[in-house]
């Protein structure tokens, strides 16, 4: 599975959106983008995944570029709660791996 | 019922002790997977069972033995175990038992060993 950098960590307004970006420049043709977030002693919780297309979901967005050397999730109105560690995994799908790299610390400022 | 439960939430074990951990999921998920999440780390794969069958094993110490009785119930048998072992560890399902999806994961179980 390709590998991808997301930067440590980064700050966001409480209602601003939150843009966390990732790069995955091995990425190949049948592997999808995923995002997880886990908040403080909790269990990861998926958020949202894509292929080639943008997605949009109840929790997020998933802009993808076209040539899908990267990506960036969107969460359009942060709350405090939304403070947690977010990862960006590159999926094959033939596989049942899911491989969590460092992810990115969030942290939601009042 | 979108759940995956873990027994016991905490767990502290001598390095002689024989103990293990649980997991359940009543979604009729076909592959279940642990993870070991050490502090300010990701979390890291050990097992992945399909159908009830192991598939995936990450090079993980015999020490640690995964279960799967069946569809819905997961365990990992701990025994003698060494203190570098004390780590949070998660239990995960997926509706898919390859391929894409989303996987739900338990709360975890934190493990102590002295």
């Known amino acids: 599975d390709a590998k991808t950098t997301q930067p440590t960590s980064m700050d966001c307004a409480e209602g601003r959106a939150a843009n966390l970006p990732c790069n995955h420049s091995t990425i190949s043709g049948n592997e999808y983008v995923y995002w997880y977030r886990q908040i403080h002693s909790q269990g990861p919780q998926y958020i949202i995944h894509?292929?080639?297309n943008n997605e949009t979901n109840e929790m997020a967005s998933l802009i993808i570029t076209e040539d899908r050397k990267s990506s960036t999730l969107i969460l359009p109105h942060a709350t405090l709660r939304d403070t947690a560690v977010y990862y960006c995994?590159?999926?094959?799908?033939?596989?049942?791996?899911?491989?969590f790299g460092t992810g990115t610390l969030l942290a939601v400022q009042p | 019922d979108t759940e995956v439960t873990q027994t016991p939430k905490h767990l502290v074990m001598g390095m002689t002790n024989k103990k293990s951990l649980k997991c359940e999921q009543h979604m009729g998920h076909r592959a279940m997977y642990w993870y070991k999440q050490k502090a300010k780390k990701p979390p890291e794969l050990m097992f992945v069972y399909s159908y009830e069958k192991l598939s995936i094993n990450e090079s993980v110490p015999s020490r640690f033995s995964p279960e799967c009785p069946n569809s819905s119930l997961l365990n990992l048998h701990l025994h003698a175990l060494q203190p570098e072992d004390s780590a949070l560890y998660l239990c995960?399902?997926?509706?898919?038992?390859?391929?894409?999806?989303?996987?739900?994961f338990g709360e975890g179980s934190r493990l102590t060993v002295l």
């Open positions: 995960a399902s997926n509706r898919l038992a390859g391929g894409h999806g989303e996987l739900f």
């Open positions: 894509g292929l080639k």
């Open positions: 995994i590159v999926k094959g799908g033939a596989t049942n791996k899911l491989i």
